[in-house]
């Protein structure tokens, strides 16, 4: 009786580990598509319900974030067939904001700027806004992944230089008509990253003060324009 019992247990086993393999190769993960119940249309961000921020690592111990409070962001919306939409955006360097609060003016004396956003904004070793005002982008494609979120490739335009920069993007909801604009609506949560060198920002990079990977953040609300 042992050895049939045997017998029988290892026919279940081999038969159960050959199974599995098949089974698991077998199972399909199913696309979520994206339903947007926002109508085709000019959207633009509603800058009460919207933030725009970027981060850098500071001294290798944190993420430093800081935003801009003067910009557009502006969506060519096809609801239909979203890779047809387009998206821009024009930021206005001199309205970045660091809510820093320590004393600017008795910890850089000789830096010839009232506070750490003029310097920040003005500095030819930063935005170096006097020459260039505008921080720019514009979408060259808009592909959805599987998951149901969006794939943003565009030019990113600073300090003079353009070069291509992808951004992930996912809305985090969408409703025929605002309750309140009575327009059509959604939310956009947007993040990408790429290396300012590459624009030819790269101070403080070599001590390590300041990483050269900057992250840009946007949560916000789109809204339909007439």
């Known amino acids: 009786m042992r050895p049939r019992l045997i017998a029988v247990f290892i026919t279940v086993l081999f038969a159960t580990i050959g199974c599995q393999p098949e089974n698991e190769s077998q199972s399909v993960v199913a696309p979520t598509p994206l339903e947007l119940k926002a109508p085709s249309g000019q959207y633009r961000h509603d800058p009460t319900h919207a933030s725009l921020q970027f981060g ?45 609060s320590g004393d600017y003016l008795a910890t850089h004396a000789d830096s010839g700027f009232a506070n750490w956003e003029q310097q920040l904004a003005m500095s030819d070793k930063f935005f170096n806004a006097a020459v260039h005002p505008e921080i720019g982008f514009q979408s060259n494609s808009i592909v959805e992944q599987p998951s149901g979120d969006l794939e943003i490739v565009g030019d990113l335009t600073l300090l003079g230089q353009t070069h291509p920069v992808t951004l992930q993007a996912s809305v985090v909801g969408s409703i025929e008509e ?22 030819g920002m790269d101070y403080l990079i070599g001590p390590g003060f300041v990483g050269d990977q900057v992250t840009l953040m946007f949560e916000g609300e789109m809204l339909q324009t007439p």
């Open 178 to 199: 605002h309750p309140f604009a009575k327009t059509g609506a959604l939310g956009l949560s947007i993040s990408g990253s790429f290396m300012r060198s590459a624009f």
């Open 56 to 100: 850098v690592v500071h001294l290798g111990l944190s993420n430093y974030v800081v935003g801009f409070t003067n910009y557009s962001i502006d969506l060519a919306l096809d609801s239909a067939n979203l890779s047809a939409s387009t998206v821009s955006v024009t930021i206005d360097p001199r309205s970045i904001r660091t809510d820093y």
